[in-house]
């Protein structure tokens, strides 16, 4: 489980990409729910724009997930989360 630092975590949440590899590397860290919840909903809103953007013909930038399976998997992550709740 990774441990991460205040600053990680405050990274995390402007920029979960710059600090996790994918939606599924938030649940393994070593954070409080809350801080989960609030990562990969910045993560969807990022994913959600970037839908947005490949829609009007801009590529990603990232090529490791499509922008629908990066959003797909962070809904999962985000079902996980509540239902461990």
């Excluded at 953007?53 to 999962?76: F, H, K, V, Y």
Aim: avoid cysteine; hydrophobic fraction near 40%; proline fraction near 6%.
């Amino acid at each position: 489980m990774k441990t991460l630092s205040a600053a990680d975590i405050a990274q995390a949440k402007l920029d979960p990409a710059s600090v996790f590899h994918g939606p599924e590397d938030v649940l393994q860290a070593s954070l409080a729910p809350e801080d989960k919840k609030s990562i990969l909903l910045r993560w969807e809103e990022d994913a959600d724009a970037l839908i947005r953007a490949t829609d009007e013909g801009m590529e990603p930038s990232d090529n490791r997930r499509s922008p629908g399976e990066l959003l797909a998997a962070i809904q999962a992550a985000l079902e996980t989360l509540e239902d461990g709740a």
